[in-house]
Antibody, heavy 120, light 107 residues
Framework: QVQLQQSGPGLVKPWQTLSLTCAIS??????????WNWIRQSPSRGLEWLGR?????????DYAESVKSRLTINPDTSKNQFSLQLNSVTPEDTAIYYC??????????WGQGTLVTVSS | DIQLTQSPSSLSASEGDRVTITCRAS??????LNWYQQKPGKAPKLLIY???SLQSGVPSRFSGSGAGTDFTLTISSLQPEDFATYYC?????????FGGGTKVEIK
């Protein structure tokens, strides 16, 4: 059974970097059949997919255009986890952030969610 | 980007009612459509994948149908634990996108 455990700060100052980690148990970040995704949810934007990392003979990333210039998603094979780094955050980035495993064209399971507030 | 439009945005129903939620895609997505249930303070939970396949452990009162641009989630007999918000999501192409949600409330 795959489980995802998120960690990271709940408060980030404007223009700083938001960093979150998603630890994987029951699967490998290097799996050739899974993708590892970040999604956020806010009242104004609803559920918004941010991007993913996945291994298919080499590491690949896909990012949403809305955050592409500010977002990096990296795998960490030594710790079997993946991370999100979102630069230059503003209050519009305030949201609940989720990690999720993508497999067979659906998202399951999801991490527990992290409420991140951007405020000075 | 593929837009997903859910209707209704909310509904009130009673225990035992049959509930139908629709999701329309802005372009054809074959059967690459998933349904999730979300309860307050919790992450979304996968119910239906590939338009009509029931995720393991999900009660059989949930069913999905459709292909192309029009999809339906049906709850055959609403139970107290089914009061929640439901989202559709397409996996046909990136960016992955979600519908706006349908909140199912107690009548």
């Amino acid at each position: 059974q795959v489980q995802l455990q998120q960690s990271g700060p709940g408060l980030v100052k404007p223009w700083q970097t938001l960093s979150l980690t998603c630890a994987i148990s029951g699967d490998s970040v290097s799996s050739n059949s899974a993708t590892w995704n970040w999604i956020r949810q806010s009242p104004s934007r609803g559920l918004e997919w941010l991007g993913r990392t996945y291994y298919r003979s080499k590491w690949n990333n896909d990012y949403a255009e809305s955050v592409k210039s500010r977002l990096t998603i990296n795998p960490d094979t030594s710790k079997n986890q993946f991370s999100l780094q979102l630069n230059s955050v503003t209050p519009e980035d305030t949201a609940i952030y989720y990690c999720s495993r993508g497999g067979e064209n659906y998202l399951d399971p999801w991490g527990q969610g992290t409420l991140v507030t951007v405020s000075s | 980007d593929i837009q997903l439009t859910q209707s209704p945005s909310s509904l009130s129903a009673s225990e035992g009612d049959r509930v139908t939620i629709t999701c329309r895609a802005s372009q054809t997505i074959s059967s690459y459509l998933n349904w999730y249930q979300q309860k307050p303070g919790k992450a979304p939970k996968l119910l239906i994948y590939a338009a009509s396949s029931l995720q393991s452990g999900v009660p059989s009162r949930f069913s999905g149908s459709g292909a192309g641009t029009d999809f339906t989630l049906t709850i055959s007999s609403l139970q107290p634990e089914d009061f929640a918000t439901y989202y559709c999501q397409q996996s046909y192409s990136t960016p992955l996108t979600f519908g706006g949600g349908t909140k199912v409330e107690i009548k």
